[in-house]
Nanobody, 122 residues
Framework: QVQLVESGGGLVQAGGSLRLSCAAS????????MGWFRQAPGKERELVAT????????NYADSVKGRFTISRDNAKNTVYLQMNSLKPEDTAVYHC???????????????WGQGTQVTVSS
């Protein structure tokens, strides 16, 4: 079992920045590939970014590429999402997840955090 707690969300103007954090407790954090998802009202959940156990491999949705950066600190059991050049369409509840990849290289979340709201005003 892994418990995940996100923080760092809030209200920001378009063009601004936020850094989300996700603190993990429980089973060995470094064993998991970590991901950030987001879900806006009326929209499907979107996988935003993933990072492998060591931090050497990251992947991003096209919608955030070049603006968001995922990173992790295994010594602190924490994964981060640095969000720059925010746009109103980035408004959503952001969730972190601990998981792995299936044989098709799709990310499969196993444990979820409760989410943190990010609101970007125009």
């Amino acid at each position: 079992q892994v418990q995940l707690v996100e923080s760092g969300g809030g209200l920001v103007q378009a063009g601004g920045s936020l850094r989300l954090s996700c603190a993990a407790s429980g089973r060995a954090f470094s064993r998991f590939a970590m991901g950030w998802f987001r879900q806006a009202p009326g929209k499907e959940r979107e996988l935003v970014a993933t990072i492998n156990w060591s931090g050497s491999n990251t992947n991003y949705a096209d919608s955030v590429k070049g603006r968001f950066t995922i990173s992790r600190d295994n010594a602190k059991n924490t994964v981060y999402l640095q969000m720059n050049s925010l746009k109103p369409e980035d408004t959503a509840v952001y969730h972190c997840a601990a998981g792995t990849w299936d044989p098709y290289s799709d990310y499969v979340p196993g444990f979820w955090g409760q989410g943190t709201q990010v609101t970007v005003s125009s």
